[in-house]
């Protein structure tokens, strides 16, 4: 399950040869002078769709490198020949989410002969809900380097879309348990959550996820829908018609999905908190007399931990 993973049945770039034969040079004429040592594992990010979105120095880089280890050798083999890359079946390493801890060890042989490996995974960056983060873990623990090469990814694209400014940050849950009672507990913690939440989900599952997500009420929810691809679809409403919006056309519950939860509105305070907190501070620590403050008054927990550190601080405490 990759919410990553690009639409196999769509054309995802017009591109022609010629034209990635020059995209070549370029990447070439870009990163050739830049340093790529050897004894090293370079983490690459590939498009989530549309083909076009890879880098100069991910294509440099994956020309010159030993070996390449990834989830799908086919996928990855397609994607190669797509952008005129010829690497032998041989030289790919199967890594996967089954089989990631003996594949990392065959990485590490190679690294050892002062070797360099490129991993990717079927799309967008590696080891952010797909493998990879053992593979790097084992890299380090080998005592060899790690270099990311950045590019695209499925939770920044959704999230510059939605409209979030960012201020207080964003949480990364990803997929949530496919078991009912499961997925309901995990959607009532974040329920809880007053930043903005990213979650990810395949085309199986979203209506479980938008039934499960109803109990947000009015909490906007912006829906990614085949990102970068041809047939991409971006909207946002309350997280109580999601369900309804999703049923309303069959196509909408087609390809793969990035939700991102916008952040809790901000309630305006009643001084309730806050006259709670000048109470409860000299008699316990602050993040007891926050917790307190919070269900005596129903404010944000988070809001009454800024003003409680802002009372300590003129207190001098």
């Known amino acids: 399950m990759n919410a990553d993973a690009p639409d196999r049945d769509t054309p995802t770039s017009t591109l022609g040869s010629n034209a990635w034969a020059r995209a070549l040079l370029a990447a070439h004429d870009t990163s050739a002078h830049q340093n790529h040592p050897t004894h090293t594992l ?22 010159r490198c030993d070996y390449i280890a990834c989830e799908d050798t086919r996928h990855t083999q397609q994607l190669l020949r797509a952008y005129g890359l010829d690497k032998a079946s041989s030289q790919l390493i199967a890594l996967h989410q089954h089989n990631e801890h003996e594949a990392a060890q065959t990485v590490v042989q190679y690294l050892g002969q002062g070797l360099r490996v490129a991993y990717v995974s079927d799309a967008g960056t590696p080891a952010i809900s797909d493998p990879g983060a053992r593979l790097v873990d ?29 201020q207080d940050g964003f949480v990364f849950a990803g997929f949530l348990p496919s078991k009912a009672v499961e997925r ?35 909490r906007r929810v912006t829906v990614g829908r085949e990102l970068t691809k041809q047939f991409e679809h971006i909207h946002t409403l309350p997280a109580q018609e999601l369900s309804d919006w999703l049923q309303a056309q069959s196509e909408r519950q087609k390809g793969e999905f990035v939700l991102v939860i916008h952040d809790a509105p901000v309630e305006a305070s009643t001084g309730e908190g806050l006259r709670v907190l000048q109470l409860l501070l000299p008699e316990l620590p602050l993040k007891t007399a926050v917790k307190l403050a919070a269900e005596i ?15 300590k601080n003129a207190t001098g405490d």
């Open 42 to 63: 370079y983490v690459v990010a590939t498009p989530i769709g549309n083909l076009a979105d890879i880098t100069l120095r991910a294509l440099h880089l994956l020309s």
């Open 138 to 166: 084992a890299t380090r623990q080998a005592g060899f380097r790690v270099l990311p090469l950045p590019g695209a990814s499925s939770v920044t694209t959704a999230l510059c879309a939605s409209g979030m400014t960012g």
């Open 184 to 218: 309901q507990h995990a959607v009532h913690t974040l329920a809880q959550e007053t930043r903005a939440v990213v979650l990810l989900e395949a085309p199986h599952r979203i209506l479980a996820l938008a039934q499960a997500l109803t109990v947000l009420g009015t």
């Open 297 to 311: 008054s129903g404010e944000s927990k988070n809001h009454l931990y800024d003003q409680a550190l802002a009372l």
